[in-house]
């Protein structure tokens, strides 16, 4: 095949994702998903399935809501909402539902019957204590589908009573233990990585259950553990603990499987490179000179240099050569020499990447009540049926009237009853819950 | 029979083997290289039944040779053993003219291809989304690169190791000790690395949701479709504010270590027998933390007395002096026992205490609650003997992911899946083992 028609194929490529996602299909449009979840751990699986089209309805406590509206840096608020709330709380229907209340109980009943999945992140046991258990709610809508996601799973030793947070997770697992430098503290990852990975795995679980559903009409209960997806990702750590007889330790920047691989300081900030195929090394070689010794300059094969002190020896000598150059020069010598080298990139480098905005990974959503907020877009690229960002994270109970009226059918005085007694409600007037002041 | 008795018989391990899989019956091919991105996702896929054949060039995939001290157990490093448990193992050159006609045969039988090479390479030998979509309309393609197949930075599919995909997608610059004000800094106070693999484990994850949801939707549309697919922004979406508060308030995310300026305190601090979490950052449960350090003092104290006051920087490193005082003299087992004694007896935002030791490895291995649900798993090896792995993270109750056993050695099933999806005869098989198109 000639070079014309691979520049053909790619043209293709470029056409497909430069178009507007609104005019293609939704993959999860017509599924309805009622989210019982505060946080992150509950909310991003929602927030997942509402970016592939489900119509996610995230119940809060009416006034207050969701504690997630209150979590975000150094306390400040946008256009009274907090910024650490937006991320997982996108192209959602907020409702304000008190389930203390046996009306609400009921009302939570009624959604479910008129539902596809059930998603929340309570502790194990608690929504069967309430009468809104996968048991129960199983029996009002066989083809439900229940996920719970907890910190050590609904049963177990350690499922009963224990909560939970992300960085439990990190500390239980062995993850933090493995992050950071010897002689230094385990460091805990900068960011919620327990909660979302394990709330990408629910939703994929979700996916699953949905794509069976599918074939044979059944729906089922998944448990998902963060703690436990976390085991599940730190790759070689049990392999080599239980054949080495010592524990994994924290071995700093290099990755002592890849060397070499690492985080290195330059004059004017840091850059991550590595050189893994022969002609990557051979590249990498030839741009250090003479700091690389002639026997290590010979090891073509990666599975060479993970022996003995060679990954230490290759960190060193990629520390020395990185020190002295400045970021923008070790990233030309990376490209001439054919191996590859990045800076490491912060929300500034994201914010003006014009290869991260074409590719929607860096995403303007226009929003009703907010206008623009840029956020961080679906990861998944998908040519037919493309995942998106629609509206932001509204104030607790916004679209009350949207869904106990339009779904559930409820009357307006029925609804002014349920407000009355605190039923069903709306936010408090305080930052966080409430919309922004009009401008 | 109450609720912890049901979830526990439904889900116990050994329950799997006994139910189908949701993707029992759908075959995958896996031809991911140098980027274990692939190789997870093609995991995810197998756990839950599907048949997932790798696919690797002659010589094998590079990433069997990230290992730690050249650690190699019969033809795989300890990385890609924890891998390529259950999945079919076929050498194949479908880069060359003829290897990449027999591929294309399989892939006309196919349900999903992974591969990591990148559009250009692979539409290059016929290989492409459009190609292959010509002889298979229901085939989902999955192409994993480090930079995309599109965008105005895209590169080739060029092999990268995991930190690079970690380095771009800002988890790095997130994560690592502070450099002090006033002094220089030393050497660890830098931006740090996941110390596992991350970036090809979000990738990998989110390769596995893509596939089913793509799967899902092929279900009504009865169409394949392509997805395009990196790990670096398989991390992005998992930053939450980073993005949202440079747009707000133009200020950019910066390394804490084991400080949080939204929750604290939230942060490992030394005990007896080394570090363990303490988390009690409302009102409530910071005060019910006071009340169990005997500290109820710390509440007046202006600089501890609000949450707007404890997330601040200067206090967070005041207050964490005032916890380790009391936690260096107990245990995290003691600790985690005093706690859960505590807040056993609340309720409600006050006993938002949360606590559990920083373990290692070792110590994370010998808890038996991981062992009980199937979390971790004896893996008897044909090379050296007994060995433990992780088994899948999650459970569910009519389709349970299954732990992948069988380690196929490379090319172990050349032969059959060639006979028996391109139809090939045995001297033709020969013929093409004489050339080096296939192994076995």
């Known amino acids: 095949m000639g070079k014309n028609a691979n520049r053909a194929a790619l043209r293709w490529l470029e056409e497909v994702f430069s178009g507007s996602p609104s005019e293609k299909p939704e993959i999860l449009k017509g599924v309805r998903v009622v989210e019982m979840a505060t946080r992150i751990f509950g909310p991003y699986t929602g927030d997942l399935l509402a970016q592939l089209g489900a119509e996610v309805i995230k119940i809060e406590m009416p006034g207050a809501g969701d504690l997630m509206r209150y979590v975000t840096p150094e306390g400040y608020f946008w256009k009274n909402a907090s910024v650490g709330f937006f991320p997982q709380n996108r192209n959602k229907y907020h409702v304000g539902l008190d389930l203390h209340y046996e009306e609400g109980k009921e009302i939570f009943r009624e959604l479910v019957r008129r539902s596809d999945v059930v998603l929340e992140n309570l502790k194990a046991g608690t929504m069967d204590r309430w009468g809104l258990g996968y048991l129960q709610l199983r029996e009002i809508n066989p083809k439900i589908i229940y996920a719970a996601n907890t910190g050590f799973g609904q049963w177990g030793p350690f499922s009963l009573g224990r909560p939970s947070y992300d960085a439990t997770a990190q500390a239980v697992s062995g993850m933090s233990e493995i992050t950071g430098f010897p002689g230094r503290p385990p460091l805990k990852v900068g960011i919620y990585i327990g909660d979302f990975t394990g709330a990408l795995t629910s939703a994929f679980a979700i996916l699953v259950a949905l794509y069976h559903r599918e074939k044979t009409g059944k729906g089922q209960f998944i448990d998902v553990a963060q703690a436990e997806v976390l085991i599940r990702i730190l790759d070689w750590t049990w392999a080599y603990t239980s054949l080495k007889g010592k524990p994994r330790t924290r071995v700093g920047n290099m990755d002592p499987a890849v060397p070499p691989s690492g985080v290195f300081r330059c004059r004017d900030g840091f850059v991550a490179l590595s050189a893994v195929t022969p002609e990557q090394w051979r590249g990498f070689v030839s741009a250090l000179g003479d700091l690389v010794p002639e026997e290590i300059r010979l090891l073509e094969d990666p599975l060479e240099r993970t022996k003995g002190e060679i990954p230490e020896a290759l960190d060193e000598i990629t520390g020395k050569w990185c020190s002295s150059m400045k970021v923008e020069e070790v990233l030309s010598a990376a490209q001439k020499g054919g191996f590859v080298a990045v800076k490491v990139q912060n929300a500034r480098d994201h914010y003006e990447s014009g290869h991260l905005r074409a590719r929607k990974s860096v995403w303007e959503v226009e929003d009703e009540l907010y206008g623009t907020v840029t956020e961080y877009g679906p990861p998944p690229k998908f040519s037919d049926s493309p995942m998106r960002l629609k509206w932001e994270a509204k104030p607790v109970g916004y679209h009350n009237e949207f869904v106990f009226k339009e779904i559930l059918g409820l009357g307006q005085e029925e609804m002014a009853r349920l407000e009355e007694k605190g039923v069903i409600g709306r936010w408090d007037d305080r930052p966080g819950a409430c919309p922004p002041e009009k401008s | ?440």
């Open chain 2, 1 to 440: 029979m109450n609720w912890f008795e049901w979830i526990e018989r439904e889900t116990r391990p050994g329950e799997a083997e006994k139910r189908r899989g949701a993707f029992d019956g759908l075959l995958v091919l896996d031809l991911s290289y140098g980027n274990l991105a692939g190789s997870v996702c093609s995991s995810f896929l197998a756990e839950q039944g599907a048949r997932v054949i790798r696919v690797e060039l002659p010589g094998g995939d590079i990433s069997r040779k990230f290992t730690p001290e050249g650690t190699f157990l019969g033809d795989s490093g300890l990385g890609y053993l924890v891998e390529e448990l259950g999945k079919e193992s076929v050498v194949l050159d479908y880069l060359s003219p003829e290897g990449g006609a027999l591929l294309k045969k399989m892939a006309s039988q196919a349900d999903v291809l992974i591969e990591t090479h990148g559009q250009e390479k692979m539409v290059s030998v016929g290989l492409g989304y459009p190609e292959l979509s010509g002889v298979n309309g229901r085939l989902i393609y999955l192409s994993i690169t480090p930079t995309g197949n599109f965008g105005p930075d895209s590169a080739p599919g060029e092999v990268e190791a995991d930190v690079v995909g970690q380095a771009r997608s800002g988890i790095i610059y997130l994560t690592g000790e502070p450099e002090e004000e006033g002094k220089s800094p030393e050497y660890y106070q830098v931006p740090t690395r996941v110390g596992s693999w991350f970036s090809w484990y979000a990738g990998g994850i989110f390769g596995a949701f893509s596939v089913a949801g793509a799967l899902f939707y092929r279900e009504s549309s009865g169409k394949g479709q392509f997805i395009d697919l990196t790990p670096s922004e398989s991390i992005l979406q998992f930053l939450d504010y980073n993005l949202t508060w440079y747009h707000a308030a133009g200020r950019v995310r910066e390394r804490l270590g084991n400080f949080d300026i939204a929750v604290y305190p939230y942060t490992f601090v030394r005990c007896k027998d080394g570090y363990t979490f303490i988390a009690a950052y409302n009102d409530d449960a910071f005060r019910t933390l006071c009340e169990i350090m005997g500290k109820v003092e710390l509440l007046d104290d202006p600089r501890f007395a609000s949450f707007s006051e404890r997330t601040k920087l200067e206090n967070e490193r005041e207050l964490v002096k005032h916890i380790e005082e009391w936690t260096s003299r107990h245990t995290a087992d003691e600790i985690l026992r005093i706690i859960q004694d505590t807040i056993s007896r609340k309720s409600g935002p006050g006993a938002a205490v949360v606590t559990g030791r920083v373990n290692r490895p070792d110590e994370t291995l010998k808890e038996t609650h991981w062992w009980e649900r199937g979390v971790f798993v004896n893996h008897e090896d044909p090379d050296y003997g007994r060995l433990v792995l992780q088994g899948p993270g999650y459970k569910m109750t009519e389709t349970p992911p299954r732990v992948r056993r069988e380690k196929r050695p490379l090319g172990a099933d050349t032969v059959r899946v060639l006979k028996e999806l391109c139809g090939l005869a045995d001297e033709e098989l020969e013929r093409l083992k004489r050339k080096g198109i296939i192994s076995s």
